[in-house]
Protein backbone atom coordinates (compact mmCIF):
# COMPACT_ATOMS: atom_id res chain seq x y z
CA UNK A 1 0.00 0.00 0.00
CA UNK A 2 1.56 3.39 -1.08
CA UNK A 3 2.71 5.61 1.94
CA UNK A 4 2.70 9.24 2.79
CA UNK A 5 6.57 8.91 3.21
CA UNK A 6 7.34 6.76 -0.10
CA UNK A 7 7.55 9.62 -2.74
CA UNK A 8 8.81 6.57 -5.32
CA UNK A 9 4.89 5.19 -4.99
CA UNK A 10 3.79 3.98 -8.79
CA UNK A 11 1.01 6.18 -8.40
CA UNK A 12 2.66 9.61 -8.01
CA UNK A 13 3.36 10.09 -11.84
CA UNK A 14 0.22 7.49 -12.48
CA UNK A 15 -2.68 9.12 -14.89
CA UNK A 16 -4.77 8.35 -11.60
CA UNK A 17 -3.46 11.54 -9.92
CA UNK A 18 -5.10 14.95 -9.98
CA UNK A 19 -3.30 17.41 -12.34
CA UNK A 20 -2.43 20.75 -11.26
CA UNK A 21 -4.58 23.68 -12.13
CA UNK A 22 -3.25 25.97 -14.40
CA UNK A 23 -2.63 29.80 -12.88
CA UNK A 24 -0.97 28.05 -10.08
CA UNK A 25 2.65 29.00 -9.23
CA UNK A 26 3.56 25.33 -7.32
CA UNK A 27 1.61 23.77 -10.12
CA UNK A 28 4.67 21.67 -10.69
CA UNK A 29 5.53 20.47 -7.00
CA UNK A 30 2.33 19.47 -5.97
CA UNK A 31 2.47 17.02 -2.90
CA UNK A 32 2.63 13.52 -4.56
CA UNK A 33 -0.80 11.36 -5.09
CA UNK A 34 -1.19 8.84 -1.72
CA UNK A 35 -4.26 6.21 -2.36
CA UNK A 36 -4.30 5.47 1.23
CA UNK A 37 -5.13 9.74 1.85
CA UNK A 38 -7.30 10.35 -1.03
CA UNK A 39 -8.85 7.44 -1.55
CA UNK A 40 -13.07 9.21 -2.18
CA UNK A 41 -14.12 8.88 1.36
CA UNK A 42 -14.86 11.07 4.31
CA UNK A 43 -11.88 9.60 6.22
CA UNK A 44 -8.74 8.42 4.98
CA UNK A 45 -7.81 4.71 4.91
CA UNK A 46 -6.03 4.24 8.67
CA UNK A 47 -2.76 2.48 8.96
CA UNK A 48 -0.41 1.93 11.72
CA UNK A 49 2.79 3.98 12.04
CA UNK A 50 5.45 1.51 10.79
CA UNK A 51 8.37 3.65 10.39
CA UNK A 52 11.31 4.39 12.73
CA UNK A 53 10.44 7.57 14.92
CA UNK A 54 14.39 8.40 14.78
CA UNK A 55 13.93 9.60 11.07
CA UNK A 56 10.36 9.10 9.65
CA UNK A 57 7.62 11.08 10.24
CA UNK A 58 4.05 9.93 11.27
CA UNK A 59 1.59 10.43 8.14
CA UNK A 60 -1.80 12.26 8.83
CA UNK A 61 -3.69 8.91 8.39
CA UNK A 62 -1.27 6.93 10.29
CA UNK A 63 -1.62 5.84 14.29
CA UNK A 64 0.62 5.30 17.41
CA UNK A 65 0.24 3.11 19.71
CA UNK A 66 -2.46 4.39 22.39
CA UNK A 67 0.71 5.35 25.31
CA UNK A 68 2.21 7.11 22.71
CA UNK A 69 -0.76 9.05 21.53
CA UNK A 70 -1.30 10.25 24.63
CA UNK A 71 1.26 11.49 25.47
CA UNK A 72 1.51 13.69 22.27
CA UNK A 73 -1.68 14.33 23.08
CA UNK A 74 -1.42 16.20 26.34
CA UNK A 75 1.50 17.92 24.69
CA UNK A 76 -0.95 19.59 22.31
CA UNK A 77 -3.30 20.69 25.43
CA UNK A 78 0.28 22.05 27.01
CA UNK A 79 1.10 23.62 23.49
CA UNK A 80 -2.10 25.53 23.68
CA UNK A 81 -3.12 26.08 26.77
CA UNK A 82 -1.18 29.06 27.38
CA UNK A 83 -2.85 31.15 24.41
CA UNK A 84 -6.20 29.81 24.50
CA UNK A 85 -6.26 31.01 28.30
CA UNK A 86 -5.26 33.88 27.90
CA UNK A 87 -7.21 35.32 25.25
CA UNK A 88 -10.48 35.06 26.85
CA UNK A 89 -8.97 36.74 30.03
CA UNK A 90 -8.15 39.64 27.82
CA UNK A 91 -11.82 39.80 26.73
CA UNK A 92 -13.33 38.65 30.01
CA UNK A 93 -14.76 35.57 29.33
CA UNK A 94 -14.59 32.11 31.77
CA UNK A 95 -10.82 30.69 30.95
CA UNK A 96 -12.05 27.25 32.07
CA UNK A 97 -14.91 27.63 28.85
CA UNK A 98 -13.04 28.80 26.37
CA UNK A 99 -10.73 25.17 27.90
CA UNK A 100 -13.70 22.72 27.29
CA UNK A 101 -15.54 24.61 23.80
CA UNK A 102 -11.54 24.44 22.57
CA UNK A 103 -11.58 20.73 23.37
CA UNK A 104 -15.07 19.83 21.94
CA UNK A 105 -14.47 21.89 18.87
CA UNK A 106 -11.06 20.51 18.34
CA UNK A 107 -13.26 16.85 17.78
CA UNK A 108 -16.39 18.37 15.87
CA UNK A 109 -12.83 19.84 13.68
CA UNK A 110 -11.74 16.35 12.97
CA UNK A 111 -15.13 14.96 11.88
CA UNK A 112 -15.90 17.56 10.18
CA UNK A 113 -12.59 17.51 8.02
CA UNK A 114 -12.54 13.89 7.95
CA UNK A 115 -9.14 13.78 10.09
CA UNK A 116 -7.59 14.85 6.96
CA UNK A 117 -6.14 18.15 8.34
CA UNK A 118 -4.05 18.23 12.00
CA UNK A 119 -4.84 20.96 13.63
CA UNK A 120 -6.44 22.14 17.12
CA UNK A 121 -8.86 24.63 17.29
CA UNK A 122 -8.07 27.68 20.38
CA UNK A 123 -9.58 30.67 21.50
CA UNK A 124 -8.82 33.43 18.70
CA UNK A 125 -6.83 36.64 19.29
CA UNK A 126 -8.70 38.12 16.07
CA UNK A 127 -11.60 38.86 18.46
CA UNK A 128 -9.81 40.63 21.22
CA UNK A 129 -9.97 44.36 19.64
CA UNK A 130 -13.48 44.17 18.23
CA UNK A 131 -15.24 42.65 21.20
CA UNK A 132 -13.28 44.99 23.49
CA UNK A 133 -14.83 48.03 20.95
CA UNK A 134 -18.04 46.37 21.82
CA UNK A 135 -18.86 45.52 25.18
CA UNK A 136 -16.28 48.50 26.24
CA UNK A 137 -14.52 46.00 28.15
CA UNK A 138 -12.19 47.60 31.18
CA UNK A 139 -9.88 45.07 30.91
CA UNK A 140 -9.94 43.04 34.44
CA UNK A 141 -12.49 40.83 35.69
CA UNK A 142 -15.98 39.41 33.94
CA UNK A 143 -17.33 40.90 31.52
CA UNK A 144 -20.67 42.27 32.07
CA UNK A 145 -21.20 42.77 27.89
CA UNK A 146 -20.43 39.61 27.12
CA UNK A 147 -23.67 38.33 25.75
CA UNK A 148 -23.96 40.94 23.05
CA UNK A 149 -19.80 39.98 22.15
CA UNK A 150 -21.22 36.58 21.70
CA UNK A 151 -23.54 37.14 19.07
CA UNK A 152 -21.43 38.92 17.20
CA UNK A 153 -18.76 36.27 17.38
CA UNK A 154 -21.70 33.70 16.06
CA UNK A 155 -22.58 35.68 12.96
CA UNK A 156 -18.62 35.81 12.10
CA UNK A 157 -19.12 31.94 12.56
CA UNK A 158 -22.03 31.81 10.11
CA UNK A 159 -20.23 33.96 7.77
CA UNK A 160 -16.68 31.95 7.87
CA UNK A 161 -19.06 28.65 7.67
CA UNK A 162 -20.52 29.75 4.17
CA UNK A 163 -16.96 31.10 2.76
CA UNK A 164 -16.46 26.98 3.89
CA UNK A 165 -19.36 26.11 1.86
CA UNK A 166 -18.62 28.57 -0.99
CA UNK A 167 -15.27 26.76 -1.05
CA UNK A 168 -16.32 23.08 -0.85
CA UNK A 169 -18.84 23.77 -3.81
CA UNK A 170 -15.97 25.97 -6.06
CA UNK A 171 -13.17 24.45 -5.24
CA UNK A 172 -10.18 26.68 -3.95
CA UNK A 173 -8.57 27.58 -7.36
CA UNK A 174 -9.79 31.09 -6.95
CA UNK A 175 -8.26 31.70 -3.50
CA UNK A 176 -4.90 29.82 -4.32
CA UNK A 177 -4.66 32.33 -7.42
CA UNK A 178 -5.32 35.36 -4.68
CA UNK A 179 -3.08 33.77 -2.37
CA UNK A 180 0.00 31.70 -3.70
CA UNK A 181 2.92 30.40 -1.65
CA UNK A 182 4.81 34.23 -2.11
CA UNK A 183 1.73 35.51 -0.35
CA UNK A 184 1.07 32.67 2.25
CA UNK A 185 4.34 31.89 2.79
CA UNK A 186 4.64 35.78 3.98
CA UNK A 187 1.42 35.31 6.11
CA UNK A 188 2.45 31.93 7.72
CA UNK A 189 5.91 33.89 8.79
CA UNK A 190 3.80 37.05 10.31
CA UNK A 191 1.64 34.76 12.36
CA UNK A 192 4.67 33.82 13.81
CA UNK A 193 6.62 36.96 14.24
CA UNK A 194 3.79 39.15 14.75
CA UNK A 195 3.16 37.31 18.27
CA UNK A 196 6.84 37.88 19.22
CA UNK A 197 6.82 41.28 21.01
CA UNK A 198 4.11 40.69 23.41
CA UNK A 199 6.10 37.12 24.12
CA UNK A 200 9.27 38.79 24.79
CA UNK A 201 7.71 41.64 26.81
CA UNK A 202 5.64 39.21 28.96
CA UNK A 203 9.08 37.33 29.95
CA UNK A 204 11.03 40.63 30.22
CA UNK A 205 9.02 41.65 33.16
CA UNK A 206 11.96 41.14 35.60
CA UNK A 207 15.85 39.36 35.11
CA UNK A 208 14.89 36.58 37.08
CA UNK A 209 11.92 35.57 34.68
CA UNK A 210 13.71 36.48 31.61
CA UNK A 211 16.60 33.97 32.78
CA UNK A 212 13.72 31.13 33.38
CA UNK A 213 12.24 31.71 30.43
CA UNK A 214 16.21 30.99 28.88
CA UNK A 215 16.37 28.03 30.68
CA UNK A 216 12.97 26.90 29.37
CA UNK A 217 14.25 27.61 25.81
CA UNK A 218 17.60 25.81 26.33
CA UNK A 219 15.90 22.93 27.70
CA UNK A 220 13.24 22.51 25.19
CA UNK A 221 15.88 22.78 22.58
CA UNK A 222 18.25 20.73 24.18
CA UNK A 223 15.44 18.09 23.81
CA UNK A 224 14.93 18.42 20.29
CA UNK A 225 18.45 18.14 19.40
CA UNK A 226 19.86 15.74 22.04
CA UNK A 227 17.43 13.36 22.11
CA UNK A 228 15.83 10.13 20.04
CA UNK A 229 12.95 8.56 19.72
CA UNK A 230 9.22 9.44 21.44
CA UNK A 231 11.26 11.53 23.93
CA UNK A 232 12.51 13.61 21.03
CA UNK A 233 8.64 14.12 19.54
CA UNK A 234 8.05 14.98 23.64
CA UNK A 235 10.38 17.98 23.17
CA UNK A 236 7.93 20.58 24.39
CA UNK A 237 6.10 18.35 27.41
CA UNK A 238 9.36 17.05 28.39
CA UNK A 239 11.12 20.84 28.67
CA UNK A 240 8.23 22.22 30.30
CA UNK A 241 8.42 20.03 32.81
CA UNK A 242 12.06 20.28 33.31
CA UNK A 243 11.76 23.74 33.67
CA UNK A 244 8.64 23.52 36.07
CA UNK A 245 10.73 21.88 38.31
CA UNK A 246 14.01 24.11 38.18
CA UNK A 247 11.76 27.19 38.48
CA UNK A 248 10.27 25.36 41.70
CA UNK A 249 13.50 24.85 43.35
CA UNK A 250 14.74 28.47 42.53
CA UNK A 251 11.26 29.78 43.93
CA UNK A 252 9.70 27.76 46.27
CA UNK A 253 12.75 26.22 47.79
CA UNK A 254 15.80 28.33 47.36
CA UNK A 255 13.58 31.76 47.68
CA UNK A 256 14.43 34.05 44.36
CA UNK A 257 11.58 35.07 42.75
CA UNK A 258 7.64 34.61 43.09
CA UNK A 259 7.09 31.19 44.26
CA UNK A 260 4.42 28.60 42.66
CA UNK A 261 1.22 28.84 44.73
CA UNK A 262 -0.43 25.88 44.64
CA UNK A 263 -3.42 27.51 46.96
CA UNK A 264 -6.25 27.71 43.75
CA UNK A 265 -4.80 23.86 42.94
CA UNK A 266 -6.13 22.85 47.18
CA UNK A 267 -9.23 25.23 46.71
CA UNK A 268 -10.79 23.61 43.51
CA UNK A 269 -13.14 21.04 43.05
CA UNK A 270 -12.25 18.02 41.09
CA UNK A 271 -15.47 18.11 38.40
CA UNK A 272 -17.38 21.12 37.51
CA UNK A 273 -19.52 22.71 34.64
CA UNK A 274 -18.65 25.99 33.81
CA UNK A 275 -21.00 29.19 33.73
CA UNK A 276 -22.98 29.08 30.21
CA UNK A 277 -23.98 32.18 28.60
CA UNK A 278 -26.43 33.49 25.81
CA UNK A 279 -25.79 35.48 23.13
CA UNK A 280 -27.61 38.88 22.09
CA UNK A 281 -27.77 39.78 18.37
CA UNK A 282 -27.16 43.31 18.46
CA UNK A 283 -26.55 45.09 14.67
CA UNK A 284 -23.60 47.43 15.88
CA UNK A 285 -22.07 44.58 17.62
CA UNK A 286 -22.44 42.17 14.64
CA UNK A 287 -21.17 44.40 12.13
CA UNK A 288 -18.17 45.36 13.93
CA UNK A 289 -16.85 41.27 14.48
CA UNK A 290 -18.55 39.62 11.84
CA UNK A 291 -15.86 41.00 9.04
CA UNK A 292 -13.00 39.03 11.30
CA UNK A 293 -14.23 35.47 9.42
CA UNK A 294 -12.20 37.34 6.38
CA UNK A 295 -9.42 37.53 8.61
CA UNK A 296 -9.56 33.91 9.67
CA UNK A 297 -9.76 32.89 6.12
CA UNK A 298 -6.40 34.37 5.52
CA UNK A 299 -5.06 33.14 8.63
CA UNK A 300 -6.22 29.43 8.04
CA UNK A 301 -4.80 29.68 4.78
CA UNK A 302 -1.38 30.16 5.97
CA UNK A 303 -1.86 27.62 8.19
CA UNK A 304 -3.22 24.76 6.12
CA UNK A 305 -0.69 26.35 3.58
CA UNK A 306 2.45 25.15 6.48
CA UNK A 307 0.55 22.05 7.09
CA UNK A 308 0.73 21.02 3.46
CA UNK A 309 4.29 21.91 3.04
CA UNK A 310 5.16 20.14 6.17
CA UNK A 311 3.45 17.15 5.72
CA UNK A 312 3.90 16.60 1.76
CA UNK A 313 -0.02 15.56 1.74
CA UNK A 314 -2.31 17.05 -0.99
CA UNK A 315 -4.43 18.68 2.14
CA UNK A 316 -5.63 22.02 -0.17
CA UNK A 317 -9.01 20.02 -1.48
CA UNK A 318 -10.10 19.28 1.48
CA UNK A 319 -9.91 23.41 2.53
CA UNK A 320 -13.14 24.32 2.29
CA UNK A 321 -13.92 21.15 5.14
CA UNK A 322 -11.29 23.20 6.86
CA UNK A 323 -12.98 26.63 6.94
CA UNK A 324 -16.45 25.20 7.15
CA UNK A 325 -15.62 23.30 10.68
CA UNK A 326 -13.89 25.99 11.92
CA UNK A 327 -16.74 28.52 11.15
CA UNK A 328 -19.28 26.00 12.77
CA UNK A 329 -17.36 25.63 15.83
CA UNK A 330 -16.90 29.05 15.86
CA UNK A 331 -20.66 29.83 16.25
CA UNK A 332 -20.91 26.57 18.20
CA UNK A 333 -18.44 27.70 21.04
CA UNK A 334 -20.23 31.22 21.12
CA UNK A 335 -23.58 29.68 21.55
CA UNK A 336 -22.29 28.20 24.85
CA UNK A 337 -20.09 31.12 26.25
CA UNK A 338 -17.15 30.96 24.50
CA UNK A 339 -14.73 32.49 22.04
CA UNK A 340 -14.29 32.03 18.50
CA UNK A 341 -12.00 29.46 17.75
CA UNK A 342 -9.32 28.99 14.97
CA UNK A 343 -6.72 26.89 14.03
CA UNK A 344 -3.89 27.06 16.28
CA UNK A 345 -0.24 28.31 14.99
CA UNK A 346 1.39 27.15 18.36
CA UNK A 347 0.46 23.29 17.37
CA UNK A 348 1.03 23.75 13.90
CA UNK A 349 4.82 24.78 15.87
CA UNK A 350 4.69 21.71 16.98
CA UNK A 351 3.92 19.47 14.43
CA UNK A 352 7.13 21.41 12.45
CA UNK A 353 9.40 20.38 15.31
CA UNK A 354 7.73 16.30 16.37
CA UNK A 355 7.16 15.61 12.55
CA UNK A 356 3.75 14.06 13.98
CA UNK A 357 1.36 14.68 12.00
CA UNK A 358 -1.08 12.08 12.93
CA UNK A 359 -4.88 13.80 12.76
CA UNK A 360 -5.82 10.71 15.84
CA UNK A 361 -3.35 12.99 17.86
CA UNK A 362 -5.59 15.86 18.41
CA UNK A 363 -8.43 13.94 19.15
CA UNK A 364 -6.39 12.95 21.99
CA UNK A 365 -5.65 16.76 22.89
CA UNK A 366 -9.06 17.84 22.96
CA UNK A 367 -10.30 14.83 24.99
CA UNK A 368 -7.56 15.79 27.47
CA UNK A 369 -9.18 19.68 26.93
CA UNK A 370 -12.44 18.81 27.69
CA UNK A 371 -11.28 16.77 31.11
CA UNK A 372 -9.49 20.00 31.91
CA UNK A 373 -12.94 22.04 31.01
CA UNK A 374 -14.67 19.92 33.11
CA UNK A 375 -12.28 19.78 36.26
CA UNK A 376 -11.91 22.96 37.68
CA UNK A 377 -8.90 21.48 39.82
CA UNK A 378 -7.00 20.19 36.71
CA UNK A 379 -7.57 23.33 35.17
CA UNK A 380 -6.38 25.37 38.25
CA UNK A 381 -2.86 22.70 38.01
CA UNK A 382 -2.02 23.86 34.37
CA UNK A 383 -2.69 27.37 35.69
CA UNK A 384 0.28 27.20 37.77
CA UNK A 385 2.70 27.17 35.09
CA UNK A 386 4.71 30.56 35.49
CA UNK A 387 4.00 32.82 32.85
CA UNK A 388 7.63 32.75 32.20
CA UNK A 389 7.68 29.05 31.05
CA UNK A 390 4.95 29.60 28.79
CA UNK A 391 6.66 32.27 27.63
CA UNK A 392 9.93 30.67 26.81
CA UNK A 393 7.75 27.41 25.26
CA UNK A 394 6.47 30.37 23.03
CA UNK A 395 9.59 31.82 21.67
CA UNK A 396 10.10 28.17 20.59
CA UNK A 397 7.11 27.62 19.08
CA UNK A 398 6.25 30.97 17.25
CA UNK A 399 9.98 31.12 16.00
CA UNK A 400 9.18 27.47 14.30
CA UNK A 401 5.93 29.05 12.87
CA UNK A 402 8.15 31.72 11.10
CA UNK A 403 10.49 29.20 9.78
CA UNK A 404 7.51 27.36 8.42
CA UNK A 405 6.91 30.36 6.19
CA UNK A 406 10.36 30.08 5.23
CA UNK A 407 9.97 26.44 4.29
CA UNK A 408 7.30 27.06 1.78
CA UNK A 409 8.89 29.18 -0.18
CA UNK A 410 11.79 26.83 -0.39
CA UNK A 411 9.30 23.78 -1.45
CA UNK A 412 7.65 26.62 -3.84
CA UNK A 413 11.12 27.83 -5.09
CA UNK A 414 10.22 31.48 -5.14
CA UNK A 415 12.32 33.37 -7.19
CA UNK A 416 13.32 36.24 -5.49
CA UNK A 417 15.90 37.58 -8.24
CA UNK A 418 12.22 39.38 -9.09
CA UNK A 419 11.17 42.25 -7.36
CA UNK A 420 8.24 42.10 -7.33
CA UNK A 421 8.58 38.71 -5.16
CA UNK A 422 11.10 40.89 -2.88
CA UNK A 423 8.53 43.93 -2.42
CA UNK A 424 5.53 41.47 -1.76
CA UNK A 425 7.79 39.37 0.63
CA UNK A 426 9.23 42.69 2.37
CA UNK A 427 6.40 44.99 2.83
CA UNK A 428 4.82 42.01 4.07
CA UNK A 429 6.86 40.88 6.71
CA UNK A 430 7.78 43.95 8.08
CA UNK A 431 3.98 45.14 8.58
CA UNK A 432 3.09 42.35 10.39
CA UNK A 433 6.07 42.14 12.26
CA UNK A 434 5.57 45.72 13.31
CA UNK A 435 1.81 45.19 13.71
CA UNK A 436 0.86 47.58 11.07
CA UNK A 437 -2.53 47.97 11.21
CA UNK A 438 -5.47 50.28 9.49
CA UNK A 439 -8.73 50.69 10.34
CA UNK A 440 -12.05 50.45 7.47
CA UNK A 441 -14.63 52.65 9.47
CA UNK A 442 -14.82 51.48 13.06
CA UNK A 443 -13.16 47.97 12.02
CA UNK A 444 -9.57 47.20 12.81
CA UNK A 445 -7.67 44.97 10.58
CA UNK A 446 -4.74 44.23 13.19
CA UNK A 447 -0.95 43.73 11.95
CA UNK A 448 -1.98 40.26 10.51
CA UNK A 449 -4.82 41.49 8.69
CA UNK A 450 -3.55 44.51 6.71
CA UNK A 451 0.01 42.94 5.91
CA UNK A 452 -2.54 39.75 4.98
CA UNK A 453 -4.33 42.54 2.71
CA UNK A 454 -1.31 44.03 1.65
CA UNK A 455 0.71 41.35 0.33
CA UNK A 456 -2.95 40.01 -1.56
CA UNK A 457 -2.93 43.58 -3.52
CA UNK A 458 0.56 43.23 -3.87
CA UNK A 459 0.61 39.93 -5.74
CA UNK A 460 -2.70 41.05 -7.28
CA UNK A 461 -0.71 44.22 -8.53
CA UNK A 462 2.52 42.72 -9.45
CA UNK A 463 2.59 38.74 -10.12
CA UNK A 464 -0.97 37.75 -11.48
CA UNK A 465 0.24 37.84 -15.18
CA UNK A 466 3.83 36.64 -14.84
CA UNK A 467 2.52 33.94 -12.57
CA UNK A 468 -0.19 31.94 -14.98
CA UNK A 469 2.36 32.21 -17.64
CA UNK A 470 5.09 30.40 -15.37
CA UNK A 471 2.32 28.02 -13.97
CA UNK A 472 1.86 27.06 -17.88
CA UNK A 473 5.10 27.39 -18.83
CA UNK A 474 6.09 24.66 -15.99
CA UNK A 475 3.37 22.26 -16.67
CA UNK A 476 4.44 22.43 -20.75
CA UNK A 477 7.91 20.76 -20.23
Known sequence: MPSQK?????????????????????????PPY??????GRWFPTWRPYQGDLDRDPVGIN?????????????????????ATVLAPLLMGFDPNLAILMSGICTVMFFLITGGRMPSYLGSSFAFIGPVI????????????????????????GIIYALIGLLVMKTGTGWIERLMPPIVTGAIVMIIGLNLAPVTIQGVSANQFDAWMATLT??????????????????????????SYFAYFIMTNVMGFGTAIDFSGVAAASWFGLPSIHTPRF?????????????????????????????????????????????????????????????????NIGVMAVTKVYSTTIFVVAGVVAILLGLSPKFGAIIQ?????????????VFGLIAIAGVKIWIDSRIDFSKNSNLIIAAVTVIMGTGNFSLHLGGFDLGGIGTATLAAIVLNALFNQGSEAKAAHQSLAK
Open 62 to 82: EYLPPSKSVLLGVQHTFAMFG
Open 217 to 242: VLLISGVAVFTRGMLRRLLLLVGLIL
Open 282 to 346: EMSAIILIAPVAFILVAENLGHFKAVEGMTKARVTPYMGRAFFADGLATTFSAGFGGTGVTTYAE
Open 34 to 39: NLDFEN
Open 6 to 30: DPSSPLENSAQAPSAEPGLEAAAIS
Open 384 to 396: TIPAALLGGASIV
Open 133 to 156: AVTAYAGAGFNGNLNVALGGIMAC
